[in-house]
């Protein structure tokens, strides 16, 4: 455990709940985020830092404006922090240019939304499939992977299925897939089951346990206690700092 005392929101990755041997796959530092609203500084992010390990399962909760989508889109590389750092794999995603920025989320990082955004014209394989054409993957090795991926989510008979035919489960489970498609260092997930229903909200957080226990890191922002305390740990978000980091499931 990092005990740096330039860390003003706790431990550096609380290790007491993780594999001793892990290694970091994603390490924040001091991160800050400053939004203007006309000439008065609001900060959404103050001082944030923590690691996550290969294959930890990490639930990100607190209340409305606590600063948790903010924290989502960092690590996503969706919007960029006023100050801090972040790390993938040892790599400084922060400093990278603009120019750079769509390459790493295609290569590093999976997102998983509330309302699925699946194409609505395309089949469930098309979906998965898409997301490969951009990183030079043949065409053969796409249709195997999104088989292998579509299959692995429970759907390998749903592949030529367009999104109006599959119930809201259905359809979270093939963004998933999607979602995995280039394996990716860490898969984001933002209220994956806030648009599904109690029966289906199990499905996919016992999908999302079963990756996390084959070492896909999984970071998921819920305003929803039931899927969090089934995470290997939870972060709690107040005013823009950690207020919490503790043992979930």
């Given at each position: 455990m990092?005990?740096?005392?330039?860390?003003?929101?706790?431990?550096?990755?609380?290790n007491e709940n993780h594999d001793a041997g892990s290694e970091p796959v994603l390490r924040i530092r001091d991160l800050r985020?400053?939004?203007m609203q006309g000439k008065i500084p609001v900060p959404a992010l103050d001082g944030v830092s923590f690691d996550v390990n290969k294959g930890e399962f990490l639930s990100i909760v607190g209340p409305s404006g606590s600063g948790?989508?903010?924290?989502?889109?960092?690590?996503?590389?969706?919007?960029?922090?006023?100050?801090?750092?972040?790390f993938i794999d040892d790599v400084e995603i922060t400093k990278?240019?603009?120019?750079?920025?769509?390459?790493?989320?295609?290569?590093?990082?999976?997102?998983v939304f509330q309302h699925f955004n699946l194409l609505s014209t395309f089949t469930a394989m098309e979906n998965v499939d898409i997301a490969m054409r951009f990183t030079g993957t043949p065409k053969n090795k796409r249709k195997e992977r999104a088989l292998e991926l579509l299959t692995m989510v429970g759907l390998g008979d749903r592949i030529k299925h367009k999104p109006?035919?599959?119930?809201?489960?259905?359809?979270?489970?093939?963004?998933?897939?999607?979602?995995?498609?280039?394996e990716p260092a860490i898969l984001l997930a933002d209220e994956p089951t806030g648009a599904v229903d109690t029966k289906t909200r199990e499905v996919?957080?016992?999908?999302?346990?079963?990756?996390?226990e084959k070492g896909q890191t999984i970071i998921v922002v819920t305003h929803d206690m039931d899927v969090a305390r089934q995470t290997d740990r939870i972060i709690?978000?107040?005013?823009?700092?950690?207020?919490?980091d503790t043992g979930g499931s």
């Open positions: 990092n005990n740096n005392p330039g860390n003003k929101s706790g431990n550096y990755g609380n985020k400053i939004y948790k989508s903010t924290l989502l889109s960092m690590i996503g590389l969706l919007d960029r922090p006023t100050e801090g750092s972040v990278a240019k603009e120019s750079e920025a769509p390459r790493i989320r295609r290569e590093k990082i999976g997102f109006s035919e599959l119930s809201g489960g259905q359809q979270q489970r093939v963004a998933i897939a999607r979602a995995l498609a280039n996919i957080v016992n999908l999302l346990k079963g990756l996390s709690t978000m107040r005013d823009g700092t950690i207020s919490g």
